[in-house]
């Protein structure tokens, strides 16, 4: 793997904390999230730290795992349970995905033109692997759904 990618991913661990804060104020105020902002911000905040704490075992492996999957479909589950609608999990997401990159860019470990390969690289991974997050968070909320109708 290129010296690049492994900053990138030391980076999202060893700044989890420091980078799903922000994500959660952005989260929080974002109109896109609404229910968000009704949400205890530790609970939230603790959801995202998991997510770029495993986020490194996510990008490395080449398929994405059973793990990875069980994963996500915990994330769904935990986002259902709190009560909020798939379109604002899939959204939050989208936004761990912008904080993970632009905490990366604010660092500048991409900073050459020589550098500029690695980091096209690097981002096709990362948004690659946050499709896959989507697909099976979106596919995990339609079981979920079906589940509570055929209860009632």
Known sequence: MKTYAIKYLELAEKHAEKIAARW????????????YKSLNEETINHQCVRFYQNFSKM?????????????FR??????????????????ALILMRRHIWLYAEFQAIFSSGIDQRQALDTLGRTILLFDYAAYEVTKEYQDLMKKEKSKK
């Open 74 to 91: 915990s994330y769904a589950q935990e986002s259902y349970a709190l009560g909020i609608p798939a379109n604002e999990t899939i959204y």
């Open 24 to 35: 959660a104020k952005d989260v929080k105020s974002n109109a896109k999230t609404p229910t």
């Open 59 to 71: 990008f490395l492996d080449e398929k994405i795992t059973d793990d990875v999957l069980r994963y």
